[in-house]
């Protein structure tokens, strides 16, 4: 049984629409599917998408993949979607 939303579950869209090697957009994380589906999704396959994505983007993270400034760990850019 899915549970009921009460609110719309936001776009994990931050406007960096470029795609990387393994085509996941550099911007928000999602493949091409969940990005064309998106609006067709219900609000569990959104939530699941956006846990999928900030998987992606840590495990490029742990990858050296992406610039680490100052010995921090750079900010996310939909840092409020995780």
Same mark, same amino acid.
């Given at each position: 049984?899915?549970?009921?939303?009460?609110?719309?579950?936001?776009?994990?869209?931050?406007?960096?629409?470029?795609?990387?090697?393994?085509?996941?957009?550099?911007?928000?994380?999602? /493949?091409?599917?969940?990005?064309? /589906?998106?609006? /067709?999704?219900?609000?569990?396959?959104?939530?699941?998408?956006? +846990?999928?994505?900030?998987?992606?983007?840590?495990? +490029?993270?742990? +990858?050296?993949?992406?610039? /680490?400034?100052?010995?921090?760990?750079?900010?996310?850019?939909?840092?409020?979607?995780?």
């Amino acid at each position: 049984m899915e549970q009921l939303e009460f609110f719309n579950v936001p776009s994990p869209c931050v406007g960096v629409c470029t795609v990387d090697e393994r085509g996941y957009c550099r911007g928000c994380m999602r /493949n091409r599917d969940e990005r064309f /589906n998106w609006l /067709n999704m219900s609000p569990a396959q959104q939530l699941h998408v956006i +846990k999928l994505c900030r998987q992606r983007y840590l495990r +490029k993270l742990r +990858k050296g993949q992406i610039d /680490n400034i100052d010995g921090q760990e750079p900010e996310s850019p939909q840092q409020d979607l995780f």
